[in-house]
């Protein structure tokens, strides 16, 4: 199916978090915290099935971003799943390894990558045939309006990330010791590959979006504005009350500022963004 501009959210949604303050940020991470809770109320009363996918590549903030979602919500009605790499009957059963873990009535599933690493990851590396790739971008629009019909509520979000930002963030990885963990070698080889996995993101956009099942684009070059727009846009898309009314904050006329002293040299009056960047660039000059 060809995609439509309509079948993606109106930019002017997403412009309330521009350069957010951190005291703005963590206040109205809380407010959105709050709504997501009524939103759980709403599917374990009315014993509702809601799937929350997140795609895009390494280092996007796809897990951070779950976790905003997920800090204040009862354990018990929500799982997350980040599968690992397919056995052989996985792989020719593609599906079926996902519907596997669909939500039951009254929970939701947040995807940290779902299915659609048949259309991203796998062909860009190599890990499944073409036939497999072709035969999954036909069907997969048919399969999720099927689950659609069936009960279940699909949200597919992706987090897009430029070059530059994800380099950055691996480097930050590698030297953090709370974080080297999440990078891996298999991290720089995809990144080798930068340009074939744009290529099939942007056939994945054109072929697997509908007015049922739309894909959302959501910049994570800042991640405090991914996780806040990830959050509001969710929110608007489940009808979990009658109407959605609720009101974005808007810049604080004071911002918070933050100082931080790297060589005897002090920076001042920094807004958290830059205090955050000077901070990882002081750890990595440093190791």
Not at 3 to 29: A, G, H, M, Q, R
Not at 81 to 87: A, D, N, Q, R, S
Not at 144 to 166: A, F, M, N, P
Request: hydrophobic residues 35%.
């Amino acid at each position: 199916m060809t995609i439509k501009n309509t079948d993606f959210v109106d930019s002017k949604f997403f412009d309330f978090y521009s350069n957010i303050s951190y005291s703005t940020y963590l206040e109205e991470k809380r407010r959105l915290q709050v709504e997501l809770i009524n939103l759980q109320h709403w599917v374990i009363n009315n014993r509702k099935r809601v799937a929350l996918v997140f795609e895009g590549r390494d280092a996007a903030g796809k897990g951070s971003s779950i976790k905003r979602f997920t800090d204040y919500m009862m354990p018990k009605h929500f799982n997350i799943v980040e599968l690992g790499i397919p056995t052989p009957k996985e792989s020719k059963n593609w599906f079926r390894r996902y519907e596997k873990h669909f939500p039951q009535e009254g929970e939701i599933t947040f995807f940290d990558r779902s299915w659609y690493n048949r259309a991203l990851i796998e062909p860009t590396m190599g890990y499944c045939t073409r036939t497999q790739y072709k035969y999954f971008m036909s069907k997969v629009l048919d399969w999720e309006e099927k689950q659609i019909r069936d009960g279940l509520i699909i949200i597919k979000v992706y987090l897009s990330v430029s070059k530059h930002t994800q380099s950055f963030r691996f480097k930050e990885r590698q030297v953090n010791p709370l974080k080297y963990w999440k990078y891996s070698e298999n991290d720089q080889i995809a990144r080798e590959h930068w340009d074939a996995f744009t290529k099939y993101k942007e056939q994945m956009f054109r072929k697997t979006s509908s007015p049922q099942s739309p894909w959302t684009i959501i910049n994570s070059n800042n991640k405090l504005e991914t996780r806040l727009k990830s959050m509001l846009y969710v929110l608007s898309q489940i009808p979990y009350k009658e109407k959605f009314d609720f009101q974005p904050l808007q810049k604080e006329a004071k911002r918070q500022r933050y100082s931080i002293t790297i060589d005897g040299v002090a920076f001042n009056n920094l807004n958290y963004r830059q205090f955050m960047l000077l901070e990882t660039m002081s750890t990595l000059y440093n190791s």
